[in-house]
């Protein structure tokens, strides 16, 4: 059975996967083909364009410490601003650090929104860290994240 | 059973401990014989409200034997702080002595010598006793019962009755607020029927629906909070059930519900009862784990008490962070715990507990509670009642990786499926039957009786099994409380293991044997497992195999008749060179 049908059974009867096997991550790397899939640190760079992120109490996320269901985990961010012309917030974009496509969402944003912020729902692959990116009009990034726990669970 | 002088010579032979000296000062311990029901009663009264507190009855209504772990590891942080506490290192760090009536119920050591002298713990009629002695000295205005959950379920007479008969003894005790965690096990709309029947309110501000095309979308389940008022003082009471009850218990029963800590609500609403209710004090009535809501009182501010459960732990003094005070009130109706308040000014001054052991031998039975037993328990006594067969030693549940009934179980389990490996999970609820004694259908529901009770037999690569058991072991002995789950290690039959408990996450476990040999992880293994959804990580799902837990284990004592389990743990733990760790040590 492949890893990827073992992490599947979980996910449509159990509703819940399990945490990336260290020993099968490797695989996993190698095994990657989607034209999406980058590593984390080229997905901030291609965001930032290198430039550096800040980590801000300005960005909010709320998001569960241990996922119900780590095909549909709820994730929001809402990034304090006055949302004036000339001070707002310009993208939010929203990070599975280890998934295969590490890049989830990317919300672009204009003053007339009025507020910052945006909600969705995630897959994740694996216990990971879920990071949100807010660039700002000024051209700096604000940064803010929370590790999100993958498991099967069951010992309760 | 008054225990007589005469009874406590056997008991000091036995134990090879001294008489009795002259009590020199009121305060000093008294040993087990010379306890009575004045002691058990006596509590140093303070202020104007008194809150009692029990929680994870798990359905005992009845007096039963509850042995504490003799192993509770955590992750090298935590060891040896309030809620990884056993024997010897509870005893210290609570500075209490051995061999007391208090030693009995909240350590193993001695246990089975004081069990067979000193007789079973808990039980509605006696607990009842002692709330109503309560209620008296203290004025029944005065004084509320809250119930942190894990009420509804655990004994064959609350699954056969889908819960009914616990609510029944809940009415009866007088349960004034619940929150819940295996109660919705039963599903949800069992549990809206039950809630309807019970007389106590049932608050949580953790639960919101989960289904974006239900009105109830991103809206509370039920109410978040409720204000009490006693003593002339007012209490709001926020309720906080088991956060990680859809990742722990089956989703199916919860469909639509979404659970989670939701420490940012708890803030919002306890500061509304702050701010815009007045209330005097802030309450959490907690089913988080006791190691849980020592981190929510580190970040969440403003709350009094919290009233925590889950976690099993007894403890007999509340721990104090940020000035939040948390206590928790053991398991199985061994306890109730008193919090005496006094609130002046509609501020809290001060504060007394104690956690009263509900020592059945002491605390006379209430008449009308054992007639409620009694009716409760008739439609099913013929089934209940049956002698299976006899242990030779005695069967316990609490352990972090290794426990006798478990064996048991997975004995059973592998016997009847013929297969490699056996899960049983790491669940804290259960029973103790004392070895020599009979083993009876109902403690065989005690140690199952789950609304999922069907053995799942499959098959899993050795790589699978090797990610499950380091997936369970990272829920359990995370170094961040608030990525825990509160359970302990899932039981193996068929495999031995070594774990360092403080390793890294996916580096915990080495060593695995199967059948006596290493573990292959391309080799495909038959695999039994219950109480859990490993069946859904399978493949080749033997249906014709499938049959409910309590059935499989009880056909294999009925044909042994004679079980002798050993206490030989089938786990070889690594980094601790003993199952109740001191503080910052390895060793006791």
């Known amino acids: ?156 | 059973m008054d225990l007589s002088r005469r009874d406590f010579f056997h008991i000091a032979a036995a134990l090879g401990i001294g008489l009795p000296s002259v009590a020199s000062a009121a305060s000093a311990p008294k040993r087990i014989d010379e306890v009575g029901l004045k002691d058990i009663y006596g509590f140093n009264a303070k202020g104007n409200v008194t809150i009692l507190h029990i929680c994870d009855m798990h359905a005992h209504i009845k007096p039963l034997y509850w042995r504490e772990p003799s192993t509770l590891i955590s992750a090298p942080n935590l060891t040896g702080t309030p809620g990884f506490l056993c024997g010897e290192s509870f005893l210290k760090h609570y500075g209490m002595k051995g061999k007391t009536l208090d030693a009995y119920f909240d350590t193993f050591m001695n246990f089975d010598a004081l069990a067979h002298k000193f007789g079973k713990m808990g039980g509605i009629s006696h607990m009842k006793t002692l709330i109503n002695h309560i209620k008296k000295e203290r004025g029944a205005e005065n004084v509320m019962l809250l119930d942190s959950g894990d009420t509804w379920q655990g004994t064959g007479v609350a699954l056969k009755t889908g819960g009914e008969a616990i609510v029944k003894a809940q009415n009866y005790l007088g349960v004034d607020v619940m929150v819940g965690h295996w109660e919705f096990t039963y599903g949800k709309t069992r549990v809206k029927e039950l809630i309807e029947m019970l007389n106590a309110k049932f608050v949580s501000q953790n639960v919101v629906g989960d289904d974006s095309f239900a009105d109830d979308f991103e809206e509370l389940i039920f109410e978040p909070y409720t204000i009490m008022e006693r003593g002339g003082a007012k209490i709001g009471i926020i309720g906080q059930s088991f956060p990680f009850t859809s990742t722990a218990n089956p989703k199916e029963f919860t469909q639509g519900w979404s659970f989670g800590l939701r420490l940012d609500t708890l803030q919002t609403y306890v500061d509304k009862l702050r701010k815009e209710e007045k209330v005097d004090c802030v309450v959490v009535l907690s089913h988080d784990g006791f190691s849980v809501d020592q981190e929510v009182a580190r970040q969440v501010k403003g709350i009094d008490f919290i009233l925590s459960g889950h976690t099993h732990d007894p403890s007999p003094r509340p721990t104090v962070i940020n000035g939040t005070v948390i206590v928790i009130a053991g398991s199985h109706g061994k306890y109730v715990g008193r919090l005496d308040i006094d609130i002046q000014n509609h501020k809290v001054k001060g504060y007394e507990y104690k956690l009263i052991p509900v020592a059945s031998n002491l605390i006379p039975a209430d008449p009308e509670g054992e007639a409620l037993v009694k009716e409760l328990y008739s439609p099913y006594d013929s089934e209940l009642s049956e002698v299976l067969g006899i242990t030779k030693s005695t069967l316990f549940k609490r352990d972090t990786f290794h426990s006798t009934f478990d064996q048991l179980i997975n004995d059973s389990i592998i016997d009847a499926m013929d297969s490699d490996i056996s899960f049983t999970p790491g669940y804290r609820w259960g029973t103790t039957v004392l070895g020599g004694d009979s083993i009876t259908m109902d403690d065989v529901y005690d140690m199952t009786a789950i609304t999922y009770p069907n053995v799942y037999t499959f098959e899993l690569t050795g790589l699978h099994i090797r990610t499950l058991l380091e997936d369970i072991a990272d829920n359990v002995f995370n170094t961040n409380p608030l990525y825990q789950q509160g359970g302990d290690m899932s039981r193996l039959g068929g495999v031995t293991y070594e774990i360092r408990v403080g390793a890294v996450t996916g580096k915990r476990i080495t060593n695995i044997m199967v059948g006596g040999k290493p573990l292959n992880d391309t080799k495909v293994y038959k695999v039994s497992s219950w109480g859990g959804n490993l069946q859904n990580a399978g493949s080749n799902l033997k249906d014709s195999l499938t049959r409910p837990v309590y059935d499989v284990t009880a056909a294999y004592i009925r044909r042994q008749k004679n079980v002798n389990i050993s206490g030989n743990s089938n786990v070889r733990l690594m980094d601790y060179d003993c199952g109740c760790p001191k503080k910052g040590a390895r060793g006791c």
């Open chain 1, 1 to 156: 059975m492949e890893r990827r049908s073992f992490l599947k059974g979980f996910g449509a009867a159990a509703a819940c996967a399990i945490a990336l096997p260290h020993v099968a991550s490797a695989a996993e790397e190698k095994k990657s083909a989607s034209p999406m899939a980058m590593n984390f640190e080229t997905a901030v760079a291609a965001i930032t364009g290198g430039k550096a992120l800040t980590p801000s109490a300005k960005v909010k996320m709320e998001a569960p410490e241990i996922a119900e269901n780590g095909a549909v985990v709820p994730v929001k961010v809402t990034v304090e601003s006055p949302m004036s012309d000339k001070d707002y917030v310009k993208a939010i974009h929203i990070l599975a650090s280890k998934n295969g496509n590490v890049r989830c969402a990317n919300i672009y944003l204009t003053p007339a929104n009025g507020e910052a912020f945006f909600g969705t729902r995630i897959k994740l692959g694996g216990t990971q860290d879920v990071v949100a990116i807010a660039e700002m009009s000024d051209g700096t990034f604000l940064t803010a994240k929370q590790n999100v726990k993958v498991t099967i669970g069951g010992c309760g």
